[in-house]
């Protein structure tokens, strides 16, 4: 009878070195504008950003990534919580994947770390040039007092004037 393992994690994972990819300049200069421009639009936090940058320092010459999480936190100067919501973030936006590594110990199996594969070929993201995204700013209308050829005029125009010398005593 084949029940589901109590560590659905064990599912995706894999034994040994895990995806590797090599980034050359180019690409790398990408990953960063990539990372810069998803900040700037709001769907990544800034310390995320700075994660991005601390996985683009830990990628090797030949595409090994694979730091804890504390190292991680560690050079992008935060907590290990914060770099697990900017990896879950990165990977949703296209920019991260990774894989969860095993080792055999004994007749069980254990974590050692995950394989970051850092994929900079996402599409650009919609970043806009200036004011706000969304939700513009509601126009206040200030309300004005009656034309100036109306009988109003002057009692308004004479009210108006005494509140701002009053204002000033």
Known sequence: ???SHPCPWRSGSLFGTGRRRHLDRDQRARFRYLLRAHARAGRLSPKGEWVGAALLKRL???GQCDPSHET????????SRTVRRATTVMASLGLLRWQTRLVRAGWRTEQTSNAYELVPTGQN???SSGGQTGRETKRKIIPTGPSEGSDDWGRWNRDRQLAILRAMN
Do not use: I
């Open 1 to 3: 009878m084949p029940t």
């Open 60 to 62: 090797g010459d030949t």
């Open 72 to 79: 991680l936190a560690t050079d992008a100067g935060c907590s």
């Open 125 to 127: 993201p919609d970043v």
